[in-house]
Nanobody, 119 residues
Framework: QVQLVESGGGLVQAGDSLRLSCVATGRTFGIAAMAWFRQAPGKEREFVADFTWSGRREDYLPSVKGRFTISGDNAKNTVFLQMNSLKPEDTAVYYC????????????WGRGTQVTVSS
């Protein structure tokens, strides 16, 4: 089993930056990919970005591409989400996720960290 703990959220103004971190513990040797999702009030959870450890492939939600960057530190079992040029519509709880196979659904989740962007 994998445990995920997010950190780095907060209250910022539009145009500011934040860097989220997610540390994985437990059976981390089986992790094939890690991702960030977000859920805004009254909306469904949506994919933001993910990162596969083999091949270092990245994928992004179109609305964040060019502003957000996902990266990972394999040695520390940590994935980051650098968020620049934040907009009020980025306000959400951001969740870290992990999976053991690139083809599988994400099945390990953190508890989330709140990001609030004021206009």
């Amino acid at each position: 089993q994998v445990q995920l703990v997010e950190s780095g959220g907060g209250l910022v103004q539009a145009g500011d930056s934040l860097r989220l971190s997610c540390v994985a513990t437990g059976r981390t040797f089986g992790i094939a990919a890690m991702a960030w999702f977000r859920q805004a009030p009254g909306k469904e959870r949506e994919f933001v970005a993910d990162f596969t450890w083999s091949g270092r492939r990245e994928d992004y939600l179109p609305s964040v591409k060019g502003r957000f960057t996902i990266s990972g530190d394999n040695a520390k079992n940590t994935v980051f989400l650098q968020m620049n040029s934040l907009k009020p519509e980025d306000t959400a709880v951001y969740y870290c996720a992990a999976k053991g196979s690139v083809a599988a659904l994400y099945n390990s989740w953190g508890r989330g960290t709140q990001v609030t962007v004021s206009s």
